[in-house]
Structure formats: structure tokens, C-alpha cells
């Protein structure tokens, strides 16, 4: 006989979403089943987020032995033990395992069940052996990696992020289809630890983000060495004797062909939804994912859904986010609405390049009258004594003085984000960031050098300045 359950709250996916729901649930007393199929901590843990991190980190470290000169240290090339680098990997990864364990969460009062879930009506789940009826239902089941349906793909082996951390040899020239985020670290860091790499991109590299930052980005990357064909579509891949050949043709001009070991397939992610049997829910879906009210509840009013199954942007702390939402709805019954205002995304290349809001293009069509405020890192002290001048930052304002974007390429601009997407929820005005103290000498001095800037012209004008001279006849 089936064993039964009835929680208050059922979660599916172990990533980082659904644990914070079901972590935060058990602390308030509240009976939690914990539905997962594979690993605990899900892709970020196991084959995004932490491990590539890792390897960037490792990559970073080569690259600082080969710059070294600048600071009057002899340069010298790495001995680079790839297979070091994978264990170093895995150490990582190991290390923070703990914190998404079954142990931990058994210890916080969460039953975990370990299997596949599917609906098998509105209010039931089966997972393995288990029938669960909870009295609500959060779906954290994540996305997977998509492979494109190009000819002979299928005849090469197509890593992606759920397996190039499995390699403990370097690639000789690792392909990359995908010039997003994800391709492109994977790129700069796998050229530093001593790979070949070329990517091959459909549309422009970096497509979302501000073209001023992109294009100095890029050009960072073509300099490291990184072969860069973006517009270039791929026509069919086959297998050859030393791995394989990649044929991409650009919108005009002769196809392309490129020589590899190794082919990445980083083209963007499907959401995780095909075995959970949704029609049996009575929910609605598409391909991009559940359909969900801006409180993330589904049209099945018992289930809601959070992270990149809800269809939104793909990202950890979108995720973790989400799940701050639905636990106030949960256990409170409070009112929440997703609200990406200030949403941040980092794309850790380096230098780094943050999004928080609005790009420019964004913010001139919604706003029509926007002031963009821009400072380069080369006048910041710091940067010029750590010899990481690449970048700039740029405030987007509308005609109130309100900023509505944030776009900054940099050393350590993921760092600065926290700051910048806390003054874009409380939405700040320019006017409050001549205000604050920021200390010396630190790159993120840049955010406010570009704020006063907006102040600047106010010196410059005939009535500021009779003002000025009157004010000083008053002693």
C-alpha cells in the first residue's frame, strides 16, 4: 500500500528556491514535505552557480600569474593541473553541500522524499511510492539545458553546464555554441586555464546588455585570445577523429568551418515541467513554463510556482526572491507582487558587468526624457592602483531624477549591485546619493562620481551663480 501524506505544504525541486520555502516553513512550525528527483541544491549548487564560480576563480589566478609585470613581478606562464582545477571544483561544491543536505532539512523537520513527482489530480502528488495531499503546493522544479535541433549534433558528444564540470582534462578547443552569459564565462575561463576556445553565436554576443559595455567586454575577451563569431548561425556539426567540426554561415558571406575536441552547448534552458502532469492539476503551462499571477499562484489556486518555472527571469536569487513571496502568502496570507524594478544580473566576466533595472535603450523608451550619467573606472583611484581600469558606469534618470537603471562594467561590479538594486527598490533620486559617504579609495566610488556629475552643470549657470554672489554679501 501506497504511503500517504498530508503536509500543510508541498515542495517539488530541491534547488535553492524551494529550499529557502521549505526552510523558512519549518521554522514557523509548519509541516513540510520536500519532493526532489535528483541532487539536493539543484543546478546552482551542482552544476551552475558554484562550480562555475570555482573555475572562474581558478582562471582568474592563471591570469594574474601572466599579468604580473605591470606590478614589477616577473610574468610567468602557470603550470596549469587541470585535473587540480576539477578537484578544486568538486571541493567547492562539496563544502556547501552541507547546507542543502537531507541531513540538515530532516533536521529542520522536513520530511524529504526522494523521487519524481506527478499530479494525479488537483490536490494529490505521487512521488515514488508516496501519495502526498497538502494544503498548498509550490512547484521549484528549475530548468535543464537545451540542445538545439542542428544536424549531426547528435553524433558529438554536447556538453553543457550539467557536464563540462565532469571533464578532469583540458579541452585542446573547446566550441561553444551560445554567446550568453553562460557561454561566455565558460569561455574566458576555460581560455585562461589554457584551453583553445571559440564561440559561435546566432545573434550578437551579449545581446540584453548595454552595446557600450558589451563591446568593451568582448573586446576583453578577443584579447585574452577567444575567438568570437557572433552572427553566424550553425549549420550542422560532425563527428571527426580528433572530436569534431562545427559549420556556422554568417547573415552574408561563405560558411565557416571550425575545428574541435571539445562542443558546448550553452543556447539557453527549458523549464522543468514534462513528468510533473500538470493537466492533472488542472494548470495551465507552455513552454516557457506554469502560468502564473503576479503572486505566483497557478490558475490550480492550491499550487503556486517559483523560480525558472514560473516562466521569469532565470536566476538563483530570482528564485530565492520568488520564495520570499510565496512564504508571506503561505503562512501569513499576506498580499506580494513580483516586481523587477531593480532586479540585478551579473555576468561574471571579468571585468564584471552588472544590470540593475533599465538599460539605456530600455529606459529611453519607457521614460522618453532620461539623463544618463556616465564615469570610467579609469578615473578611479583604485582602480588605477590595482591596474583594473577596464569599464564605466552608467545611471539612467528620468525627468524627475529618479534612477531607473544601472549599467556597470568592472572590477568587482557585482559587489556594487547590492548597493545599486537597494537604491533602485527604494527608488532613489540622484539628489539622495550626494548624501552618502562612500569610503576611500574604493571602485563603487564611481556610482556616486556619476551621480554628482548630474549637479555639475548647475554651477555653470548664470542664475546659480549671481545667487552664489549675492549669498556672499551676507558675510
Known amino acids: 500500500m501506497p504511503k500517504h501524506l498530508s503536509p500543510d505544504i508541498c515542495i517539488i525541486g530541491a534547488g535553492s528556491g524551494g529550499l529557502s520555502v521549505a526552510a523558512a516553513a519549518a521554522a514557523f512550525g509548519v509541516e513540510v514535505v520536500l519532493v526532489e528527483r535528483g541532487r539536493m541544491g539543484g543546478d546552482c549548487l551542482n552544476y551552475g552557480c558554484v562550480p562555475s564560480k570555482s573555475m572562474i576563480a581558478a582562471g582568474k589566478r592563471a591570469h594574474a600569474m601572466r599579468t604580473a609585470s605591470t606590478f614589477g ?34 533536521g529542520l523537520g522536513v520530511t524529504i522524499v526522494q523521487a519524481e513527482g506527478r499530479f494525479v489530480d488537483e490536490r494529490t502528488l505521487a512521488a515514488g511510492e508516496t501519495l502526498i495531499t497538502a494544503r498548498r503546493f509550490v512547484i521549484a522544479t528549475g530548468s535543464s539545458p537545451v540542445i538545439p535541433p542542428i544536424p549531426g549534433i547528435n553524433t558529438v558528444e554536447a ?15 573547446l566550441v561553444i555554441i551560445g554567446g550568453g552569459p553562460i557561454g561566455l564565462e565558460l569561455a574566458q575561463a576555460h581560455r585562461r586555464l589554457g584551453a583553445r576556445v571559440s564561440v559561435v553565436e546566432a545573434q550578437a554576443c551579449l545581446s540584453r546588455e548595454d552595446p557600450q ?41 561563405e560558411e565557416i568551418a571550425i575545428e ?73 496570507r499576506l498580499p506580494g507582487k513580483v516586481d523587477y524594478s531593480a532586479l540585478p544580473r551579473a555576468t561574471f566576466l571579468d571585468p564584471e558587468l ?45 525627468r524627475r531624477g529618479r534612477v531607473v537603471g544601472v549599467s556597470i562594467l568592472a572590477k568587482g561590479a557585482s559587489e556594487m549591485g547590492n548597493f545599486w538594486s ?36 548647475m554651477a555653470r549657470k548664470p542664475l546659480i551663480r549671481r545667487i552664489v554672489r549675492l549669498l556672499r554679501v551676507f558675510g
Open 354 to 398: 552588472v544590470q540593475i533595472g533599465l538599460t539605456e535603450g530600455q529606459a529611453r523608451e519607457a521614460h522618453g526624457n532620461v539623463r544618463t550619467l556616465t564615469w570610467p573606472v579609469h578615473e578611479n583611484d583604485r582602480a588605477q592602483a590595482e591596474r583594473e581600469t577596464k569599464g564605466l558606469i552608467k545611471l539612467m534618470a528620468d
Open 422 to 457: 537597494l537604491a533602485l527598490s527604494q527608488k532613489v533620486r540622484l539628489r539622495d546619493l550626494t548624501g552618502f559617504v562612500s569610503p576611500y579609495p574604493t571602485v563603487g566610488e564611481i556610482g556616486k562620481r556619476a551621480a554628482v556629475s548630474y549637479f555639475g552643470e
Open 213 to 253: 559595455l558589451a563591446a568593451i567586454a568582448l573586446d576583453t575577451l578577443r584579447e585574452e585570445g577567444i575567438a568570437l563569431h557572433d552572427h553566424h548561425s550553425v549549420t550542422r556539426v560532425e563527428r571527426t577523429e580528433s572530436g569534431l567540426r562545427l559549420f556556422a554561415k554568417p547573415a552574408s558571406g
Open 73 to 106: 613581478i616577473g610574468a610567468v606562464e602557470p603550470a596549469i593541473d587541470f585535473s587540480a582545477v576539477h578537484a578544486h571544483v568538486r571541493a567547492v561544491i562539496d563544502a556547501i553541500a552541507p547546507n542543502d543536505s537531507v541531513e540538515r532539512f530532516k
Open 159 to 173: 556538453l553543457t553546464n550539467e557536464t563540462i564540470f565532469d571533464l578532469a582534462e583540458r579541452p585542446e578547443h
Open 260 to 332: 574541435g575536441s571539445h562542443l558546448l552547448v550553452a543556447t539557453g534552458r527549458a523549464p522543468n515541467i514534462a513528468s510533473l502532469s500538470l493537466d492533472a492539476a488542472k494548470m495551465r503551462f507552455d513552454k516557457k513554463g506554469v502560468a502564473v499571477d503576479s503572486g505566483l499562484r497557478s490558475s490550480n489556486r492550491r499550487i503556486y510556482a517559483i523560480g525558472d518555472v514560473a516562466g521569469g527571469p532565470q536566476f538563483t536569487h530570482v528564485a530565492n526572491y520568488h520564495a520570499g513571496i510565496v512564504i508571506r502568502a503561505l503562512l501569513f
